[in-house]
């Protein structure tokens, strides 16, 4: 009998040491933080084209990468780049951000060929002899000559922060800070022109001028955010 009661304390002394030992087990690491803003995509990384591709234009310049900026040669006529991953990009309601600016050459250093819902836009800056901007094409016309037509003069070696917003109904650009662009597109035919068909869906080009683009990002922008950019 004494061997018998023996037994059970033994039993129950290792199951009380096996249950403070469960209890006494290190705590689970926290779950990992979150993943960066998915709204936000990093278009450039600084150090490669990883995403992108030089645009096969037909005589154009080179493409390559110095201190971080994005140098497109000069070509015969157009060169530039293309975005790859067009999985990712969104068709309407985001913006796009960069800095450009021309280094040589008497044309556009800046045409941002951009989605706009199921059809594609570009941006020209510093373009028909170095000036005009505007959106190509809008109703067929480009942007030499419809209602975004503007002549603005652009500095050699001179950068210039871009602001680009797409909407179901308006596309607005700003240029350092200040506003050159607000296009009521609803109803409007959007398009681009045959020349820069390779730059769909995402692409910076240039016209016979070297230019240099730097710090390209694209942003998803929420209700509140589209709420606020057709203010």
């Given amino acids: ?95 796009i951000t960069c800095e450009a600016k021309r280094i040589d050459g008497g044309d556009f250093f800046c045409g941002l060929t951009f989605p706009v819902k199921d059809s594609h836009c570009s941006l020209i800056l510093g373009g028909w002899g170095g ?16 209602a975004t037509t503007l002549y603005r003069e652009f500095k050699t070696e001179q950068w210039y922060k871009i602001r680009l917003v797409v909407t179901d109904e308006r596309i607005r650009t700003w240029v350092d800070g200040k506003e050159i662009i607000d296009a009521n597109i609803k109803d409007k035919k959007i398009g681009i022109r045959g020349e820069v068909e390779l730059s769909k869906p995402l692409g910076f080009a240039t016209w016979r001028t070297k230019g240099a683009i730097k710090n390209p990002v694209l942003k998803k922008l929420d209700a509140k955010e589209v709420a606020e950019a057709l203010k």
Avoid: H
């Fill in 1 to 95: 009998m004494r061997r018998f009661w023996m037994a059970c304390w033994l039993s129950c002394a290792t199951l009380a040491g096996s249950t403070m030992s469960f209890a006494d087990e290190p705590k689970k690491p926290d779950a990992p933080a979150k993943a960066a803003d998915s709204k936000v995509i990093k278009l450039f990384d600084g150090k490669t084209l990883a995403g992108w591709k030089s645009t096969n234009f037909g005589g154009e310049g080179d493409v390559t990468i110095d201190d971080g900026v994005i140098v497109i040669d000069f070509g015969s006529e157009l060169s530039g780049i293309t975005w790859q991953k067009e999985e990712v990009l969104p068709k309407s309601n985001y913006e």
């Fill in 131 to 146: 000036g005009v901007c505007g959106l190509s094409s809008i109703d067929g016309s480009d942007a030499s000559e419809n």
